[in-house]
């Protein structure tokens, strides 16, 4: 499996425009996705898994790519709504963002499921992926210093039985990470991922 690409992120928030630089230099390395591009693309700081979805839609089409967003809650989790790392924007949140499930669940590129990680290992394949996890749970490269569920994403590219491979857009001294299954659960499991996952793949 081709490792894709490090690209580090700018900012405390921009964890998720960076996976997508990763996830579109992997899937078309003469196609230059940039930061200014994607930041016009999301129009927002405040950036959730379905808003990197929809972001891969329209950059590539469903003719170009083959991806699938799973996650427990297909819609906005009225549970984070007091949640300490998402209450500042949440009500600006939910305008935005519920009309973008409704599109996903509408094109049949959806599912809501929780993946074991054997699952997960399965679904993944010769694909990536990029992972919502909790950065506090993170062991390798980097991990979070401050309290609290620390939302983070990464861009997985090779599971195991044993060992999860990623690349983490906020390690500075490694290209690659890796981390063993239990970690793995424990950090993408963590309440507030709501277990989100995209799973992106070439199409032949």
């Not at 003469?30 to 891969?56: G, P, Q």
């Not at 329209?58 to 209450?87: C, D, M, P, R």
């Not at 694909?127 to 994403?153: E, M, W, Y």
């Not at 857009?169 to 993408?188: E, G, K, L, N, Y």
Request: some cysteine; proline content about 2%.
């Amino acid at each position: 499996m081709v490792r894709p690409s490090q690209i580090h992120q700018l900012y405390d928030w921009d964890c998720g425009i960076a996976c997508l630089q990763m996830v579109s230099l992997w899937l078309n390395p003469m196609f230059e996705c940039t930061h200014r591009m994607l930041c016009e693309v999301l129009c927002t700081k405040s950036i959730w898994t379905i808003d990197l979805f929809s972001a891969l839609l329209k950059l590539y089409g469903e003719k170009q790519i083959s991806i699938i967003f799973y996650s427990k809650v297909l819609q906005v989790n009225l549970n984070l709504a007091h949640h300490t790392f998402y209450t500042n924007d949440y009500l600006v949140d939910i305008a935005r963002i519920e009309p973008l499930y409704t599109q996903a669940i509408a094109a049949g590129a959806t599912s809501c499921a929780s993946l074991s990680s054997d699952e997960l290992r399965l679904a993944i394949g010769n694909r990536i992926a990029i992972v919502l996890v909790d950065a506090g749970k993170l062991k390798c490269c980097v991990s979070s210093t401050q309290s609290g569920f620390q939302g983070h994403f990464i861009v997985v590219f090779q599971i195991t039985l044993n060992v999860v491979k990623y690349v983490d857009p906020a390690s500075v001294d490694h290209v690659q990470c890796s981390m063993d299954i239990d970690t793995f659960d424990q950090a993408r499991k963590s309440e507030g991922t709501d277990e989100d996952i995209i799973i992106i793949s070439r199409r032949d």
